[in-house]
């Protein structure tokens, strides 16, 4: 089976390819080492129409589909994961809104995220509910006509500058998965206060902090699906999530890649290009083979959820396969280029160190596993 972009997702690609080269390749270096979160990258996005790719244009967005999003996620991430996942959290915490929300709340909220006039957040994690996400201790508790937030929020990218957070929190209606709901928290009329900063191995242009919530009254419109609700609305919204990280590991995969060949072809040991050993070339194709199939993944599982159909799973296998491959091969890029790659500032020590998190966020490759396990064997 082939997969055969259309016209439009030929376009897409092409005018995020060439924003991704012009604009944020030049700074890329810079937004990892100092650890700058890439605001005017995010502006110039949002001036083309690709800060929120597949939402529709009646709320702003741009009105294209999840496999255009795909393409401009890869894109980015070849040359810079940090804003590729800036832009895909970003993406992330509008899904909820859109497939949740009321008339009222996506009128109101959709707009302000789709033109990056706020820069949205997805607050799950606690510190005591990562992988277990059913575990979130943050309470809601309903005052009038205002839910009362309490709790601490781990992780959360672009936490320190999100305007607009989707937030799961415990309404105490049920046990375990049952009794967390989803709220929109909108900063300027419920605020909170950002706690620590995480200083990371990689991705270090987006920003990662905690989140606290005290007292925090959050109009009770802003509930968002059904009360006792929100660990469905959080799945669901990670399910489209994935597709968003896969494409993102997948993105440096291929950097990988064209920075092998290139450099193989250029350097020379013995008198001859390192490319022309067999033990190079092999690496390279096998590295050729990864990325191609992490590529028709990618490709499979947001085509499917254009299509309505079911793709949980396809999801799931995106995100392991690509993250695995973007990790193997980051390493094997370092190998090709010996020492020069080994050094701070060099793309491919960039590459492995941003390759990690796609293993990790949205979901760990154990999670990913059991994603796959449990479609296969219910
Ligand atoms: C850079 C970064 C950005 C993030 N951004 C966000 C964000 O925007 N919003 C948000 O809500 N969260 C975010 N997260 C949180 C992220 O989703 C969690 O880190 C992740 O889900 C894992 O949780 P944990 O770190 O607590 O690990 P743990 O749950 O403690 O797991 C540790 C290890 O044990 C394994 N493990 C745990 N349980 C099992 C099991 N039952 N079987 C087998 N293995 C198991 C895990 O797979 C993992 O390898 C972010 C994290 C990072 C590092």
């Known amino acids: 089976m ?13 005018l995020a390819r060439e924003f991704a ?36 244009c009646e709320y702003g967005g741009g009105g294209a589909d999840y496999v255009s999003y795909a393409l401009v996620i890869e894109e980015i991430s070849k040359v810079c994961a940090s804003t590729g996942v800036v832009l895909a959290c970003h993406t992330l915490a509008q899904s909820p809104i859109l497939q949740f929300g009321t008339p009222e ?3 109101k909220f959709l ?13 799950l ?5 990562g992988t277990d996400a059913g575990a979130v201790a943050t309470t809601a508790v309903l005052d009038g006509d205002h839910y009362v937030i309490n709790g601490t929020k781990s992780w959360i990218t672009n936490g320190d500058r999100a305007g607009i957070v989707v937030l799961m929190a415990r309404t105490g209606t049920g046990e375990g998965t049952k009794g967390i709901s989803a709220f929109i928290v909108e900063k300027s009329v419920s605020p909170f206060t950002v706690g620590k900063h995480e200083d990371k191995m990689g991705v270090r242009g ?28 959080a799945m669901a919204s ?15 995969a291929q950097a990988c890649l064209d920075e092998s060949i290139r450099y193989s072809k250029e350097r020379k040991q013995f008198g001859r290009p390192l490319a022309s050993n067999q033990a190079i070339q092999w690496m390279i194709a096998d590295m050729a083979k990864d990325v191609m199939a992490s590529r028709m993944l990618v490709y499979n599982a947001a085509s499917l959820k254009d299509n309505g159909m079911p793709f949980s799973m396809e999801a799931a296998v995106a995100k392991l396969f690509c993250s695995e491959t973007a990790m193997k091969h980051s390493i094997k890029a370092i190998q090709i280029h010996g020492g020069y790659g080994y050094v701070r500032g060099s793309k491919v020590e960039r590459l492995l160190r941003d ?16 994603v796959i396990s449990a479609n296969l064997l219910r």
């Open 105 to 107: 709340q996506k009128a």
């Open 238 to 252: 990670l399910d489209g999530g994935r597709i968003g990280i896969a494409a993102q590991a997948l993105g440096i």
């Open 111 to 123: 707009p302000m995220l789709t033109s990056y006039n706020m820069l949205g957040g997805f607050a």
């Open 125 to 129: 994690t606690e510190a005591g509910a």
């Open 206 to 233: 987006s920003h990662t902090t905690e989140l606290i919530f005290k007292n925090c009254r959050v109009p009770k419109e802003n509930l968002l699906g059904k009360i006792g609700e929100g660990f469905k609305v």
């Open 21 to 56: 080269e012009k604009e944020v390749e030049p700074i890329a270096i810079k937004v990892d080492l100092d650890g700058i979160y890439p605001d005017e990258t995010m502006k110039k996005l949002a001036q083309i129409d690709l800060t929120a790719i597949p939402y529709p």
């Open 355 to 370: 390759a990690k998190i796609t293993e990790i966020y949205e979901g760990t490759s154990e999670v990913q596993r059991m």
């Open 2 to 14: 082939a997969f055969i972009l259309t016209e439009e997702q030929k376009l897409i690609q092409a």
